[in-house]
């Protein structure tokens, strides 16, 4: 032990006696400092590791609970699934997860790269880790907002065609998408209607606020002056029925005659409807001058027409005036996004499926007229498309246009002739084929590749039912002529091949358009254009109720319009021997039919309305048929007499178009 000590302390006083010892380098603690972080890094991760394997064990989640959830809310959500061979140690899913996040780190590296050197972005690496359909579903809306006309209409046609997806990702396209492409899925045919979203949640109102008053406000918003006289007209009619509906609720009137409202029979429901229904008519009007539809905009108008369209869903004929005041502002431009934004893209697209033709129709108008990416033609007041509803791919390469007569409409006069009920009252299948308008259905089928327009105006026996008594101006046939010339030029009528329809009154204003046409150099075009015209009972040389109607002047007050039909007028005359020379010098074809049955004139009375003679034009083509002047234009079927005749007549003056 003594040399053990002995030792030791001969080997300290060696060291000290040596050179100064040496102090340790920057390096060595740094290598210090790095290996006690790594072991803490290290530490770190596996107790995370351990935590998220113990979770995972623990925590079992209903995916499918949440996924329903989430579908049940606005925005609608992608969950991509987990490739279940992909595992990592008992993480299932994680190497999935990984891959993902380098990949989308790639992209947008690609992305960045792409933008700085000014190279256009492979689509192919979009589609890296997606599913196949969401893939499909996020190019096609990227290709809709395309600067290539053609590629935006391609994919929207894609879109609207596709029906194997999920209910959130149609909804996902109605907030993704843009303006331009609603409008096109609106106007597809067939288009499923969850690509659309609905109306905004309108706020509530007070119950002491009617929505009569709100209309009354909104009329009173608008600008009274320097407005056209039917405008000013129709407002304060539809003012002055607000008042007395106001009053009578207070029970301060009641009024029996006059244009006073049947307040006896109710004091609610009954007037509400029918001041609404003065107050649309009175904004129909408004809707025709572009600065009155800005006010309509600013004054929240189309908030309040969507409510009352919810509010009278069973009044076809108020909704009919809302969706015809939607049509009319839609041909102001810079009104579109307010009406896209007031939610009336789905009710339009709801509303082009209804079997109703006249509420379709209406509804195909104002979207045609929002659709500026595909027409360049604008659609007027009046001015309706019976075919087609929707876009096509088919080129249109001509066009066929009905004009009604006296007391007809732009459908009404057009449908199928009215069966026999007592012969034909057990005959199922032939109520079933039966057609409101015979142009929209049995013609488009037969014609697809034809535009089908009608036009409609207001036309009055007698000015005791004028609508608009302080113009009678208006009801003259060169006023009607220049306002549905400039109606149907807007429309692109005249730009192709074009055959004439009229009914009675209504060939007397084709033979004035055309003769007005020849004299204004604009409008050459329509002349050179058109094909052929089929004249339904036309009076060429005058009408025998015109005669009898002008007898008894002081009891009926004929209208402007029936005195120019009077017999062997020399107006008439003049008409007819311009429009014979004009039909020569272009070779109109011309087919006429007449009627050779008297028609029921109310109760007692019955007479030949067009004879034979008057509807004789000594031009073209004569066939009698054995109908009264009401069906002379309303086939029985498509395989009568009247439809054959003119869907040949149709073919035959456009054989040279149709048949390339």
Partial sequence: MALAACCMVCCRRMSTAGPAEKRPTMWKSIRKLAKITGLVVLGGCVFITYEVAALNKRV???????????????IYLNTTPFEEKETFGSFPG????????????????????????????????????????????????????????????QAVQELAESSHWHDYQYRTVAQACDQRTAIGL????????????????????????????????????????????CVQYFTSLALRESSQSLAAQRGGLWCFGGNGLPYAQSLSSVPSEKVESFCLQALVQHSKVPSHCEAIVANGGLQLLQRVYQLRSDSQKIQRNIVRIIGNMALCENLHTAIVQSGWISVLAELTKSPHNIQASHAARALANLDRDVLHEKYHDGVYILHPHYRTS??????????????????????????????????????????????????????????????????????????????????????????????????????????????????????????????????????????????????????????YSVNVRYLLFPSIEVKELSKDSPALQELNESFLSM??????????????????????????????????????????????????????????????????????????????
């Fill in 394 to 547: 088919q080129p249109i390469k001509a066009d066929v246009l009905f004009i009604h007569g006296l007391l007809g409409a732009a459908f009404k006069t057009w449908r199928q002739q009215d069966s026999d009920q007592t012969q034909n009252g057990n005959d199922a299948s032939e109520k079933e084929d039966y057609t409101e308008c015979w142009p929209k259905t049995w013609l488009a089928e037969d014609c697809p590749n034809l535009r089908v327009l009608s036009v409609e105006y207001d036309t009055h026996l007698s000015d005791w039912r004028a609508k608009c008594p302080i113009e009678n101006q208006r009801k003259s046939m060169a006023y009607r002529s220049r306002e549905l010339l400039n109606a149907i030029k807007a429309a692109g009528v005249g730009d192709k091949p074009l055959v004439w329809v009229a009914h009675s009154m209504g060939g007397l204003l084709v033979k004035k358009m055309l003769q007005d046409a020849s004299k204004d150099p604009s409008l050459q075009t329509l002349i050179n254009n058109t094909k052929g015209i089929i004249f339904y009972s036309v009076p060429h040389h005058g009408t025998l109720m015109a005669e």
């Fill in 60 to 74: 079992t989640l209903d995916t499918q609970a949440t996924l329903q959830e989430k579908l049940k809310s606005y």
């Fill in 186 to 229: 609106a106007r597809s045919k067939d288009v499923d209607l969850r690509f659309f979203l609905p109306p905004s949640q309108l706020p509530k109102v007070d119950d002491d606020f009617s929505i009569e008053d709100r209309l009354r406000q909104l009329l009173d918003s608008l600008p009274q002056s320097e407005v056209d006289q």
């Fill in 583 to 660: 039909a020569k010098k272009m070779e109109f074809k011309v087919l006429s039919f007449a009627e050779t049955l008297p028609t029921t004139i109310g109760p007692m009375m019955k007479m030949h309305v067009v004879p034979v003679l008057s509807a004789d034009l000594a031009f073209g083509d004569l066939i009698q048929v054995e109908v009264d002047h009401l069906n002379i234009c309303k086939p029985e079927n498509k395989d009568s007499l009247l439809y054959k005749h003119s869907l040949q007549f149709i073919v035959d003056a456009l054989t040279d178009v149709l048949s390339n």
């Fill in 94 to 153: 994680i190497t999935y997860k990984i891959r993902k996040e380098l990949h989308r780190a790639v992209r947008r590296f690609l992305e960045t790269s792409a933008k700085v050197l000014h190279r256009p972005l492979d689509e192919h690496l979009i589609s890296l880790d997606m599913d196949t359909h969401e893939y499909a579903l996020w190019l096609l809306l990227k290709k809709s907002k395309a600067k290539d006309k053609e590629t935006r209409l």
